[in-house]
């Protein structure tokens, strides 16, 4: 499997501007052919390099104007047993994550960087598998309009890490590093009522769903083009490894401290392709409950919704059910710090 790699730069301050950077490996660009190739480099580096380089020119005293938030936690889980007649498996687990905002505001501009990245893995019965695996970049410049509304462009990336494999069969890999990926970007107004709330409306937003794999495209895995056969089962044509999208969107932002010690984060998120069946809407529902129990102690409760018309869950005979909610719950209690 061709590794992929990724660094984020620290922020650099130069004489006229300051910049962040998260840079990846472009590895994952290379396709079959020499049209998908230079297509898929285009699109791609545009968009990512787009999303990913933030330079804000200014004095350079402009420092008051950022502010930056994050948290950091690992959190572990062990079982042994030895001699325990009840029975049961040993197993060890862990769980990284990472949230981190990045805002400038000066006058009528704002402009607010968010990052959560997640990875965690489970060995049990002598196999690892995968807990966690989260990429979610996300980008808004907003000029104000009124005190409340902007005039906004909102910009995103989703992906993973590492390939994921179906709990029945751990053989064959089901999604890898931006497959899929998700790359969108939106023009809109954002309605900001308190520093706690937000909510983004576009009624024009592009959205690229991009499976980098192609036997993954073959199957037309996330709603992308399948391959197509002739009468002897000889592929003619591959898989399509871009889908494009172009709708309305929605995104919904709530987070605040609900108790002492105690921040509630919730994010919502709504698609409609005008394209493809536009009365089929996608749902991304994210909340991250996080818990302070001392400087460096701290427990988390994270869930994820989603529904996608494209994705097609498959029972554990590899039977196709359609469409499904997917929801995932996971508690964690480990080490953890602000920064």
Avoid at 2 to 17: A, C, F
Avoid at 93 to 120: E, F, P, Q
Avoid at 140 to 148: E, F
Avoid at 322 to 335: D, S, V, Y
Wanted: net charge neutral.
């Amino acid at each position: 499997m061709r590794s992929v790699s990724g660094n984020l730069s620290k922020i650099e301050q130069r004489e006229n501007y300051y910049s962040i950077e998260i840079n990846f490996s472009s590895d994952f660009l290379l396709l079959q052919t020499e049209n998908k190739i230079c297509v898929m480099r285009k699109l791609l580096s545009i968009i990512v390099l787009s999303l990913t380089t933030l330079v804000v020119y200014s004095q350079t005293d402009s420092t008051k104007y950022w502010t930056s938030l994050g948290d950091f936690s690992v959190n572990f889980n062990q079982v042994s047993f030895t001699n325990w007649a009840a029975g049961g498996d040993n197993s060890v687990s862990g769980v990284t994550l990472t949230n981190y905002d990045l805002t400038y505001a000066k006058g009528k501009n704002s402009w607010k960087n968010k990052i959560i990245l997640g990875y965690g893995m489970q060995y049990l019965n002598e196999d690892y598998k995968k807990t966690e695996d989260k990429i979610d970049l996300s980008s808004i410049y907003g000029h104000g309009l009124t005190n409340k509304i902007d005039i906004s462009f909102l910009a995103s990336l989703k992906s993973q890490f590492a390939e994921g494999f179906d709990k029945d069969n751990d053989s064959v890999a089901i999604s890898k590093f931006m497959a899929p990926g998700y790359i969108s970007a939106g023009l809109g107004f954002n309605y900001k009522p308190t520093g706690n709330f937000s909510l983004f409306l576009s009624a024009a937003t592009a959205q690229w769903v991009i499976v980098n794999d192609q036997r993954l495209a073959d199957l037309g895995s996330f709603g992308v083009a399948p391959a197509e056969f002739d009468a002897n089962g000889v592929k003619i044509k591959d898989g399509e490894n871009v889908k494009f999208q172009f709708g309305a969107s929605l995104k919904a932002s709530f987070k605040r401290d609900i108790a002492k010690n105690v921040n509630l984060e919730t994010t919502l998120e709504l698609f409609s392709d005008y394209l493809d069946n536009p009365q089929n809407i996608d749902v991304r529902w994210d909340v991250i409950l996080g818990m302070t129990v001392n400087k460096w102690l701290s427990a988390k409760i994270t869930t994820n919704l989603i529904y996608d018309n494209n994705i097609t869950i498959n029972d554990k005979n590899g039977i196709a059910l359609g469409p499904r909610t997917q929801f995932k719950e996971m508690f964690g209690l480990g080490f953890g710090f602000k920064f």
